[in-house]
């Protein structure tokens, strides 16, 4: 099973940055990283996946606004939002998917208030 470790969630103004990241615990040639955010009340939604060779997948909702990147190990994936509006709260969720298997992190909190 892969471990991802989460950091870079907290509090921001609306308008304002944050900047998350996640690593894998190993290593595979071919996997999908992204993020998922659940909002109190809501379903877990897509935020932005990465494949392995760089294509990207972005929700409409953060499109223009949210950035996703991959270092060159393929172990670590970072989301740039920058924007941010009130309804971007949530706790966000890293998640990495390969051939044989889902993992996901423990959650880090995003709160966009004034």
């Known amino acids: 099973q892969v471990q991802l470790v989460e950091s870079g969630g907290g509090l921001v103004q609306p308008g304002g940055s944050l900047r998350l990241s996640c690593t894998a615990s190993?290593?595979?040639?071919?996997?999908?990283m992204g993020w998922y955010r659940q909002a109190p009340g809501k379903e877990r939604e897509l935020v932005a996946t990465i494949t392995s060779t760089g294509n990207t997948n972005y929700a409409d909702s953060v499109k223009g606004r949210f950035t996703i990147s991959r270092d060159n190990a393929k172990t670590t994936v970072h989301l740039q939002m920058s924007s941010l509006k009130p309804e971007d709260t949530a706790v966000y969720y890293c998640n990495h998917r390969y051939v044989a298997g889902t993992s996901w992190g423990q959650g880090t909190q995003v709160t966009v208030s004034s």
């Open positions: 190993r290593f595979f040639a071919i996997s999908t």
